[in-house]
């Protein structure tokens, strides 16, 4: 009996480093995140940041792509907006070949987690962006556009207010 303890002990403090906390929702707060640009450049998610869209899947980044196309990079690269890949999922060799070569093109900045330990935690749903909304790290709010126009809208400043 104490050793199946003991070995259940064992499990649970060489899993804890690779458990999954609950991904960010409204009234989270994101800690500071340096990451790469697809050029290599540090870049920072700190309390300038208003907006950040999260990819971890082609489906997802296509939408984004199309948007880019769309809208040109503005909506993607101002206003404090941010756009971060999730690459882990993706083989290093085709990684490297193929797809940093493609986002190097790409006319706006986008952030690389290439391991996915700093991305962990951002929620993201099959096919479609992620989109946090904070306030000075803090989760506003989350949603998950399903086409290049619904990007863009949420991406988009808000209102000044009307007098």
């Known amino acids: 009996m104490t050793r199946l303890a003991l070995a259940l002990a064992l499990t649970l403090v060489l899993a804890a480093p690779f458990a999954r906390a609950e991904p960010y929702a409204a009234n ?4 500071k995140i340096e990451l790469p640009d697809q050029h290599g450049a540090p870049r920072v998610i700190d309390e300038s940041v208003r907006v950040v869209v ?59 987690d290439e391991e996915g330990a700093k991305t962990a935690n951002f ?14 790290l803090k989760v506003v709010s989350t949603s998950n556009p399903s086409s290049a126009d619904e990007l863009l809208a949420a991406v988009a400043p808000p209102a000044p207010p009307s007098p």
């Open 28 to 31: 989270s707060v994101l800690p």
């Open 123 to 136: 929620p993201s749903s099959d096919g479609k962006p992620t989109v946090l909304v904070l306030d000075k």
């Open 54 to 112: 999260f990819t971890r899947d082609m489906d997802a980044g296509k939408i984004v792509r199309e948007a880019g196309e769309k809208a040109g990079p503005a909506p993607l690269s101002t206003n404090g907006v941010v756009y971060v890949a999730d690459l882990s999922g993706m083989p290093s060799v085709i990684r490297s070949l193929f797809a940093m070569p493609k986002l190097r093109d790409r006319p706006y900045p986008l952030l690389v």
